[in-house]
């Protein structure tokens, strides 16, 4: 399933899943692969690739029991976020200085969660 969507000035292609191999992959700013089965466009700086799985978490329980039911890794880096002081902004109508800043911090982290893969699987 192919979805295009547009924000202001940026055209994103959310492609889910293999298309058929008639699909036209319309132009856009950024395309964006779900649940692929190998990587596409790898050498395209305009091609990103997320595995995604499907969480589903019953807010209705209290806290404690959230952070009883979570695994240690995740309580420890919820934790650490706290004592990073670690802020969260959510932006409904991000400017071009918004996305331009996120797409730096992310070409800056990619490349460190590559070499942090790389060093887990090399243990």
Not at 29 to 58: A, G, N, R
Not at 66 to 90: E, F, P
Request: hydrophobic share 35%.
């Amino acid at each position: 399933m192919l979805i295009q969507w547009e924000k202001y000035f940026f055209t994103v292609n959310d492609i889910y899943g293999a298309l058929r191999y008639d699909t036209q992959i319309l132009k856009a700013d950024v395309h964006c692969y779900f649940q692929q089965s190998h990587f596409i466009e790898v050498d395209k700086k305009t091609s990103l690739h997320k595995k995604t799985k499907t969480l589903c978490i019953d807010l209705t329980l209290p806290e404690e029991q959230l952070r009883k039911d979570m695994n240690r890794t995740t309580r420890y880096q919820i934790n650490k976020a706290g004592r990073d002081q670690l802020s969260v902004q959510h932006i409904e109508a991000p400017t071009r200085e918004d996305v331009l800043a996120f797409i730096a911090l992310s070409l800056i982290l990619l490349p460190r969660q590559k070499e942090l893969k790389r060093a887990v699987k090399t243990r």
